[in-house]
């Protein structure tokens, strides 16, 4: 039996084995797990050459050889297009667009954005009023963060941790965390891992949601395995 595939978009390149090992944590062999990057079409050369014009167009990612830098929105946006259209070729029966950044000139059906999906996760859990703790990687994104999360009756408080980032540096970040005492914690980047959350979670005590297992769970209810 053809097991179904789904797709997972990144915004830098492929492979990416380690975003790849936290979505078959959750999906297991059910589906075959495809991952195609928004920038696979640049080489080395390429990718220094889209770095961010302001703190609006910083992304972070992950490249295949475990190089963590910070890249344009606008250059990923551009990529993304082919890449989605190549997903849908290959007749995905899930396409998953793995950033929590928002991505509004791309909505096309069939095709879900992890920030689409970590708002109705977090709507969920936190639809009142309430402080909502972020980790982001990298203190530039704060604004656009709180600006993306606030509600009127949500305050939205950040904490800068990189992805790749060692445990004494999640501990101290955690730390940071729980003074300021949320009452929901969202790793705000699909890089993070369960175990930069587990971490977390016994340093600062809060319910946390992270978003490449929040969008792997989404991904076997929409195709159904």
């Keep these: ?133 972020v980790f982001i990687p990298v203190a530039a994104q704060a604004a656009e963060c709180r600006n993306r999360w606030e509600r009127p009756g949500r305050e939205c408080v950040t904490v800068a941790l990189a992805p790749d980032a060692d445990d004494n540096t999640i501990a101290a970040a955690a730390r940071e965390m729980a003074g300021h005492a949320p009452d929901l914690v969202v790793h705000d980047c699909i890089s993070y891992t369960s175990h930069a959350r587990d971490l977390a979670c016994t340093i600062h005590g809060c319910q946390s949601l992270l978003a490449v297992s929040v969008c792997a769970r989404f991904a076997t209810e929409l195709g159904g395995f």
């Design 1 to 133: 039996m053809t097991r179904s595939l789904v797709g997972l978009l990144v915004i830098g390149q492929s492979p990416r084995p380690d975003l790849q090992a936290q979505f078959a944590q959750v999906i297991g062999d059910r589906a075959e797990l495809r991952v195609m990057g928004a920038l696979d079409h640049l080489d080395d050369a390429g990718i220094a050459a889209v770095s961010p014009i302001g703190d609006a167009d910083t992304l972070y990612t992950t490249l295949p050889d475990g190089q963590s830098v910070l890249i344009s929105k606008v250059a990923v946006t551009e990529g993304m297009a082919q890449r989605l259209a190549d997903l849908n070729e290959i007749g995905a029966a899930v396409s998953v667009v793995c950033c929590t950044g928002k991505f509004p000139t791309l909505a096309t059906p069939g095709v879900h954005f992890a920030s689409d999906l970590m708002a109705g996760a977090v709507d969920g859990c936190l639809p009142g009023k309430g402080r909502l703790g």
